[in-house]
């Protein structure tokens, strides 16, 4: 079928839709247009994917069966006040924008068929994860289209519930960035301890790679896996009590719940609230 699919904001997201789109043979290079402000940006990704590079949003929307909005929450307001009332009325809106409503995107683009997605960073290399919804007026065969772009990023959940978004922003969205984190304090602890740093990296990533590999084959709960490593007076034993001590877990908790505060305040425009300002109950 080969649609015709318009990217706003060629960003990192972006790329990997690209990436994703052209692996999976979803449509032709020569039918992707990318649009941003950048224009050395786009013929960076012209030269590496053979796409169509734009700077003009309404130009870039007028044939397309897909539009797909990849733009930064903060400055989303002002892209919506562009493309309003130019997106063709059979094409479909899909929004990565975190926080972004279906009643935003609907009202700001003056579009209704329109699906609300959360993928992540993984998607680079099509092991990302996206959870997504869709507004009433989205077709079946938009539906499949859908799936088929963000299959190309991985795997993919349909939620009926939008709320699930602004949760799956803070869980998943967000996820790789707690991951990183922690792959980044243990790799730091190794070389605190005198590895050496390639050592530790080398360390750290298998013990999380096989980890993750060995949960998944064996299908048991995390506690029960961490009961095999956890020996009567061991060295685990040790650890996950100063861990615990730490609160570890009602950081992590904290965290994501923040995160997903964060998401629904993006999602109101409250873009520019000050840190200090948060509440740390
Ligand atoms: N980075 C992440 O882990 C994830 C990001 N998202 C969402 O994806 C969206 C994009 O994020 P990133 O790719 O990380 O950001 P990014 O900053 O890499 O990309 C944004 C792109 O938009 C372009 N842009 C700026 N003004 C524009 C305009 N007026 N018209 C068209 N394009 C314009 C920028 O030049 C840039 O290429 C955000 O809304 C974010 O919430 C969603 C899931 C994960
Ligand atoms: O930090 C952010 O706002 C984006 C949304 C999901 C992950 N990163």
Redesign the pocket.
């Known amino acids: 079928m080969n649609p015709k699919i318009t990217l ?7 790329e990997a839709i690209i990436v994703g789109l052209l692996s999976k043979q979803i449509t032709l290079p020569e039918f992707i247009f990318a ?4 224009v050395e ?1 786009g013929e960076e990704l012209k030269a590496k994917y053979g796409i169509v590079p734009l700077t003009d ?1 309404v130009q870039a929307v007028q044939q397309a069966d897909l539009v797909i909005m ?4 903060q ?1 989303l307001k ?2 919506m006040r562009g493309l309003k009332g130019h997106i063709p009325a059979q094409a479909l809106v899909l929004s ?3 926080g972004a409503s279906i009643q935003t995107l609907s009202e700001g683009l003056a579009h209704t068929a329109i699906v609300r997605a ?4 993984p998607a680079q290399i099509g092991e990302g994860i996206t959870v997504w919804t869709a507004s009433p007026s989205v077709t079946p065969e938009q539906m499949e289209l859908a799936r088929q772009v963000l299959t190309a990023l991985g795997a993919e959940i349909y939620e009926e519930e939008e709320s699930h978004l602004d949760m799956a922003t803070a869980l998943s ?1 967000t996820g ?1 960035a707690y991951v990183f984190l922690f792959m980044e304090a243990l790799i730091d602890a190794g070389v605190h301890m005198g590895f050496a740093r390639k050592t530790a990296e080398q360390l750290v990533t298998q013990t999380i790679l096989g980890s993750v590999l060995y949960y998944k084959k064996i299908g048991i709960h995390p506690a029960q896996l961490r009961n095999q490593v956890t020996s009567p007076g061991g060295t685990s034993a040790e650890a996950l009590y100063y861990l615990e001590k730490a609160g570890f877990r009602t950081a992590l908790s904290r965290a994501i719940w923040a995160a997903y505060e964060r998401s629904l305040e993006l999602g109101k425009g409250l873009n520019s609230k000050p840190p200090e300002s948060k509440g740390e109950g």
Do not use: C, D, L, Y
């Open positions: 706003i904001g060629p960003g990192a997201m972006g649009s941003g402000p950048i940006r949003n990849a733009v930064k929450p400055i002002k892209v990565i924008v975190a959360m993928p992540n960073t969205g790789p």
